[in-house]
């Protein structure tokens, strides 16, 4: 069975500083990751995944992620943070299969410091 | 664009009371999902449906049923609330698998307190 490990709760950056959120996920076989968002009051929305082929994935909002397999993380970036970056961040995995489900971590609340 | 819609946006539940939370997607996808948020927990998944007619367990069954009469309709049935389901709630569709990368449209959700 798959998991998904997200340290922390929460993560404070200033405006225009680099946002990095961090994952780790365990799978038996190759994974399926993904980055979702949740804007406050509002239900998730992907920003990311990554399935197979290159492993720097490129987001929505300027945001990337990197599939490092000898480290089994899917780190999510972007350069420069913006006010309304500041958000729930879910990282989540599936096991390659049609009938397969997600599994989601626990979520990085993001604030941005003007 | 509806995209995916819930109904109702808040409830408050009496310990014991049943309720239907109602689903509907606009997309005609096969897949679609229940699942709760708790503070810290993340999403844990309630229910899943893979096509009309066809329902399966998730994470978290206990205390809840589903039907999927239709393709764009998912209710969740509480029949005993219990405060233990005090949660928000979500409901999700896809056109493909989320094991084949399958991108998930989430609705507003449903913030539900049983008192």
């Known amino acids: 069975a798959q998991s998904v490990t997200q340290l922390g709760s929460h993560v404070s950056v200033s405006e225009g500083a680099l946002v990095l959120l961090r994952c780790n996920y365990s799978?038996?076989?190759?994974?399926?990751l993904f980055w979702y968002v949740q804007y406050p009051n509002q239900g998730l929305q992907l920003l990311l995944k990554y399935t197979t082929g290159a492993t720097l994935v490129k987001g929505i909002n300027g945001f990337e992620a990197e599939f490092k397999k000898s480290e089994t993380s899917f780190h999510l970036t972007k350069p420069s943070a913006h006010m309304s970056d500041a958000a729930e961040y879910f990282c989540?995995?599936?096991?390659?299969?049609?009938?397969?489900?997600?599994?989601f971590g626990k979520g990085i609340t993001l604030s941005v410091r003007p | 664009n509806a995209g995916v819609t819930q109904t109702p946006k808040f409830r408050i539940l009496k310990i014991g009371q049943s309720m239907t939370l109602q689903c509907t997607q606009d997309?005609?996808?096969?897949?679609m999902y229940w699942y709760r948020q708790d503070p810290g927990m993340g999403l844990k998944l309630i229910y899943y449906s893979v096509g009309a007619g066809i329902t399966d367990k998730g994470e978290v069954p206990n205390g809840y049923n589903v039907s999927r009469s239709t393709t764009e309709d998912f209710p969740l049935r509480l029949e005993l609330a219990a405060p233990s389901q005090t949660s928000v709630y979500f409901c999700?569709?896809?056109?493909?698998?989320?094991?084949?990368?399958?991108?998930?449209?989430f609705g507003q959700g449903t913030r539900l307190t049983v008192v």
């Open positions: 999700a569709s896809s056109n493909l698998g989320q094991g084949v990368g399958g991108k998930a449209f």
């Open positions: 799978s038996s076989v190759p994974p399926y």
């Open positions: 997309m005609n996808h096969n897949y």
């Open positions: 989540a995995v599936s096991d390659p299969g049609a009938n397969s489900k997600l599994t």
